[in-house]
């Protein structure tokens, strides 16, 4: 059978960390649909830092678990913090192309059970972080870019460690995971633009099993 993405281009972050170029591109019109619909039920909001700060994205979630932060720090958390409610059920589709593209990566059977969804609007920013709050770190986390295009960070295991500087646009999905699962990586401030199908924002999902 032909496939597409074959021809799509692959950039090697690291040992088990890969960029592939416009794997979304497919499905970006449905995923920008299944984001509003989320975000209708599951307001994005800015959440509080343990620190105190509060943070320059704004994020929702869906899933059975959704990532949240306040001031009693970092957890995953069933219900939205907002409402009471339930996280909105994460879409067939959703999980359907991030269990494929793991897959394509070396990851085979990928099942998340909780995507954190990122609006970033001109000038929102995510500083370098390690992503930790998940129970098990063999597993991958598998990220989608969509909208405004970023500078994101990647680094290494030292929070000193000099990241790379790589840029993601609408249609990009990272997988990463293995021995690059606690890389430090963030996202420079977000520079304005007007995208023709996500308008002056960036949405970024994050896919991850937390449980
Ligand atoms: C973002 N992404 O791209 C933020 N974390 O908006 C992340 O923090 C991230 O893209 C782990 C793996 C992939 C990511
Ligand atoms: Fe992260």
Redesign the pocket.
Known sequence: MLDLFDSRERVVLADQAVLMRGRALGVDEALLAAIDAIAGRAPFRRMVTPGGFEMSVAMTNCGRVGWVTDRTGYRYAPRDPATGEPWPEMPAAFAALAHDAAAEAGFADFVPDACLV?C?EPGAR?SL?Q?KDEQDYRHP?V?V?LGLPAT?QFGGLKRSDRPLKVS?THGDV?V?GGPSRLVF?G?LALKDGDHPLAGRRRL?L?FRKAL
């Open positions: 990122n970033y995510l972080h992503d986390v990220s870019s994101f993601l990272v990463w990586h996202v970024n994050t």
